[in-house]
């Protein structure tokens, strides 16, 4: 049985960044411009998909680029906008990165940190490429990422992570379904609510599908795409056994 996300990122949204405060997305975003001008990348219209709170958008706006996001999560967007309502040329919406329409080019589509493994079957990865094809400008590049089977066993496989922290604290419980490669993460977070005093409860599951190299590239060559490289985590090294992250870059077929 396929295993579908919903309700994600609803709850989680507000503790989001806590939880993540040891991330240097800062560093991470910059990695992202690293690979485009490797790349030989042009233009400034980037559609960062599966945006979240918008920790990337920051930092490119800096470099001068406009930015578009989109996230599947109302919650996640709310606070993306609330965050970075100082900056200009960034607009946040919600949407699903499977089917998506909006009627432009852009000269660089991301999709980050694991989102894709939020997409549990083949054909909705395939969706999504579909969707980024029809996206992209004609010289543009699509640079994502996704975490590996050897991340999961080492870190998220009958594991369990906690933080009680002053005003949120959460529960992260963890397994891995070792044949349908399927990891799945159950939280509880706890917010004061400071109207009562009181902490309040919300629970989320997340799914999460593990991916070989071999059919994101077959894919992605099926949705008119091509796979120009991919990297070791944030570095610019060829991925290797142990990897725990892979960024691919592609650009549309000729
Ligand atoms: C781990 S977070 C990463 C967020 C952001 N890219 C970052 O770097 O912080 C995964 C995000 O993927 C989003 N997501 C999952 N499935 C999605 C879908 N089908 N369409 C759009 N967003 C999706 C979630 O709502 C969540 O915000």
Redesign the pocket.
Known sequence: MTRK?EG??TGFAQG?DLV?RDVD?EQ?ARHILRLRDRHGLEGNRIL??????G??EPTWIEHGFEVVG????EE?IVEARRKNSDLDGVVFEV????EFDLGEKYDLIT?????LN??TDAA?VRK?FRRVKAHLAPDGGFIFDVATEANILDNFTETTYAENLEEFAYIWENSYNLRTKICQSDFAFFRLDPNTGQFVRRIETHFQKMYSSRDLNQWLGKCGLKTLASYDGVTLNPPHSRSDRIHFVAGLQP
């Open positions: 996300n994600i990122y989001y993540m997305f991470w960062n998909l599966a945006c979240g709170t920790v990337m989109i996230d599947q999560s996640m949407g699903d990165m499977r999709c980050l940190y694991d989102s939020y997409l909705d999504f």
